[in-house]
Nanobody
Framework: QVQLVESGGGLVQAGGSLRLSCAASGSISSIYNMGWYRQAPGNQRELVATTTTGGSTNVADSVKGRFTIARDNAKNTVYLQMSSLKPEDTAVYYC??????????????WGQGTQVTVSP
């Protein structure tokens, strides 16, 4: 079984910072891209940032310059450092990993989500 466990969400005032973590564990053969997505009430889930095994990143324009994605391949963990937070960043943040388990096909796995709330 594969699990993605997120942590680090919470309530913060506008202008503040939070750091999200997502650790993948279980019967994992290889991990390819990892990333963060978010979904606000009434909105579709949207990409925030992704990173490849080699460290290349793709960051949404809406958070560019404020959010940074990084990963630790040895720990199968991806991080999202969020700074200068705005109320419009309020959402449930989900971790996604494109990986190949020891048994089964390569596929995307999702974490359970962590709430980030930014107050004005």
């Amino acid at each position: 079984q594969v699990q993605l466990v997120e942590s680090g969400g919470g309530l913060v005032q506008a202008g503040g910072s939070l750091r999200l973590s997502c650790a993948a564990s279980g019967s994992i053969s290889s991990i390819y891209n990892m990333g963060w997505y978010r979904q606000a009430p009434g909105n579709q889930r949207e990409l925030v940032a992704t990173t490849t095994t080699g460290g290349s990143t793709n960051v949404a324009d809406s958070v560019k310059g404020r959010f940074t994605i990084a990963r630790d391949n040895a720990k199968n963990t991806v991080y999202l450092q969020m700074s200068s937070l705005k109320p419009e960043d309020t959402a449930v943040y989900y971790c996604k990993a494109d990986l190949r388990p020891w048994i089964g096909a390569r596929q995307n796995f999702w974490g359970q989500g962590t709430q980030v709330t930014v107050s004005p």
